[in-house]
């Protein structure tokens, strides 16, 4: 190659065949690695924080495996680390109403507190040249911005911070329950495996869109959506009798929303622990590495499917029926000839 290109050419084109076929680096090494990190971390976890029998205490004997996969089977009411009623003795029911500072709620101050110092550690000495943990937090921030207001359009971007702190909350709630000691000591569990706390989450929602739709078109006008008067005067008595019991029905289901949005998180949240803690009690560590990434994966989705909805919700209660009607004579036209004539029928 030297002799045909000359001794310049031919050395550059010898050193750029010889960059292009180095082998790109394997990834085969970093997996393996970080499989056998997860393993270990299970094993020890296992250890450390072993399961328990239902009804028992940790640090008890157990009978393996049968009550290593029966203690996921339990549907236990969060534990009260502080009694601030000590009159009575804490429920133990699924949904409680004790004042108590349970370890749902510990969990859920400790994760609140990890945000806000990482956003502030990442945001420290903001310069125009950014740093890896100023692009690492613009990045995060600018995604979820982007694509909250690709769903919602330009309304969306008054609520991106909420959507992002939304999302951030219930994403690290939920993967603060892949931790192997998390749920089985008693002051640390994940709280969105609780449904007391994606109760609370969901009437937040239930709120925040009930709130905006009123702030938007004030109370007559958001009320005007489903009890609407219009169409006995426009269409009708036979066809206002249909809309106003259309705009009932709706009505009705708007409180089914936050059922809808607390129970999807609770069962999906809970039910992975439980599968993921079986399938540990089975086999300890291997297999659970790869139920433990489905997990990850999983826990993401729902984080942002509760976030999303939270945010269409509050879109869609602030767009009056003038709007939609709007929109409506929007598409009319859009299908109409260029010549502006609708098409013949007949």
């Not at 507190?113 to 890896?132: D, E, T």
């Not at 006995?232 to 249909?242: H, L, M, S, T, Y």
């Not at 659970?288 to 942002?304: I, K």
């Not at 929109?327 to 036209?333: G, I, Q």
Request: net charge negative; proline share 8%.
């Amino acid at each position: 190659m030297e002799g045909a290109l000359g001794p310049e050419l031919g050395s550059d084109a010898v050193a750029a065949a010889g960059e292009v076929a180095q082998p790109a680096p394997s990834v085969r090494r970093p997996i393996l690695l970080a499989t056998a990190g997860i393993i270990v971390f299970l094993v020890m976890g296992y250890i450390v924080a072993p399961p328990f029998p239902p009804g028992g205490h940790p640090g008890e004997p157990i009978d393996f495996p049968r009550d290593a996969i029966a203690a996921n089977f339990e549907l236990p009411a969060p534990h009260a680390i502080i009694d601030l009623d000590p009159s009575a003795p804490p429920s133990h029911d699924l949904v409680t109403f004790d004042l108590t500072i349970s370890s749902t709620i510990l969990t859920g101050w400790l994760i609140m507190a990890i945000i806000v110092v990482l956003a502030i550690v990442l945001s420290r000495g903001v310069q125009v040249v950014p740093s890896r943990a100023q692009n690492a937090l613009e990045y995060v921030y600018e995604g979820l911005a982007n694509f909250a207001t690709s769903l919602g359009g330009p309304p969306a971007r008054r609520y991106v911070p909420i959507f992002v702190a939304l999302f951030l909350f219930i994403l690290f709630s939920n993967w603060s329950g892949l931790v192997p000691f998390v749920g089985r000591v008693p002051f640390l569990r994940a709280p969105t495996s609780d449904l007391n706390v994606t109760i609370g989450l969901a009437l937040f929602s239930f709120g925040l869109f009930h709130v905006e739709g009123v702030r938007s078109l004030g109370l007559g006008g958001y009320l005007g959506k489903f009890f609407s008067l219009r169409a006995f005067r426009e269409e009708g008595v036979g066809a206002g009798v249909i809309a106003l019991f259309v705009g009932v029905i709706e009505f009705m289901l708007e409180f089914v929303k936050p059922v809808t949005l607390a129970m999807r998180l609770f069962g999906n949240i809970y039910g992975g622990e439980v599968a993921l803690g079986v399938i540990t009690g089975l086999t300890i560590a291997v297999i659970p590495v790869f139920m433990l990434g489905l997990e990850v994966l999983l826990n993401f989705m729902q984080a942002l499917i509760f976030s999303v909805l939270t945010l269409m919700f509050t879109i869609i209660a602030m767009e009056g029926h003038s709007e939609e009607h709007a929109e409506k004579a929007h598409d009319a036209v859009e299908t109409m000839p260029k010549g502006g004539v609708a098409p013949a029928h007949g």
